[in-house]
T-cell receptor
Framework: GAVVSQHPSRVICKSGTSVKIECRSLDFQATTMFWYRQFPKQSLMLMAT?????????EQGVEKDKFLINHASLTLSTLTVTSAHPEDSSFYICSARGPGELFFGEGSRLTVL | GENVEQHPSTLSVQEGDSAVIKCTYSDSASNYFPWYKQELGKRPQLIIDIRSNVGEKKDQRIAVTLNKTAKHFSLHITETQPEDSAVYFCAASGEKVNNNDMRFGAGTRLTVKP
């Protein structure tokens, strides 16, 4: 079946640094990908919709200058958490609409010290 | 926009018993209703879905029912096993490929006791 790969799976960084997370569709093209944030024991909260070749669409309350999204090709979207702070620590998951369903990446656990 | 509510938030059953999780949605235009299973620290995986032209769908021990008039849909797991323990999310959306309207329920933590 279709696969979405996300990297890195875990990252620890110092406060003030930036972290980039990649989301790739491995065997299908995805003009649109989605980025979510998931707090412990909570649901998936859509942060933004990543559109290939154009600007991302952010959900209300999500800082676009804080969470930079780039969708430069039909198989790759990146999320950069800029000037990370401890409150940005979370589980970030991407997804893409593949053949017939929505496929999720493995998730990236970000810990900001 | 779409709003999805899911109940219960936690559910504990004995192995072999059935488990039922219920969701309601607000947008009558929604016509795709997937259910995802998420194990701790892993990605959500689609376990079953239903589209608005179908009232019920079954796949082995898992079934989903949809009442479009009442705007609610349910997940039924029969003969539960310990490996069914996970968090289950319902979702609702339209069908367009690039639509960003999929919204998830809050999740149900299912525990199956051996």
């Amino acid at each position: 079946g279709a696969v979405v790969s996300q990297h890195p799976s875990r990252v620890i960084c110092k406060s003030g640094t930036s972290v980039k997370i990649e989301c790739r569709s491995l065997d299908f093209q995805a003009t649109t990908m989605f980025w979510y944030r998931q707090f412990p024991k909570q649901s998936l909260m859509l942060m933004a919709t990543s559109n290939e070749g154009s600007k991302a669409t952010y959900e209300q309350g999500v800082e676009k200058d804080k969470f930079l999204i780039n969708h430069a090709s039909l198989t790759l979207s990146t999320l950069t958490v800029t000037s990370a702070h401890p409150e940005d620590s979370s589980f970030y998951i991407c997804s893409a609409r593949g053949p017939g369903e929505l496929f999720f990446g493995e998730g990236s656990r970000l810990t900001v010290l | 926009g779409e709003n999805v509510e899911q109940h219960p938030s936690t559910l504990s059953v004995q192995e072999g018993d059935s488990a039922v999780i219920k969701c309601t949605y607000s947008d009558s235009a929604s016509n795709y209703f997937p259910w995802y299973k998420q194990e701790l620290g892993k990605r959500p995986q689609l376990i079953i879905d239903i589209r608005s032209n179908v009232g019920e769908k079954k796949d082995q021990r898992i079934a989903v029912t949809l009442n479009k008039t009442a705007k609610h849909f349910s997940l039924h797991i029969t003969e539960t096993q310990p490996e069914d323990s996970a968090v289950y999310f319902c979702a609702a959306s339209g069908e367009k490929v690039n639509n960003n309207d999929m919204r998830f329920g809050a999740g149900t933590r299912l525990t199956v006791k051996p």
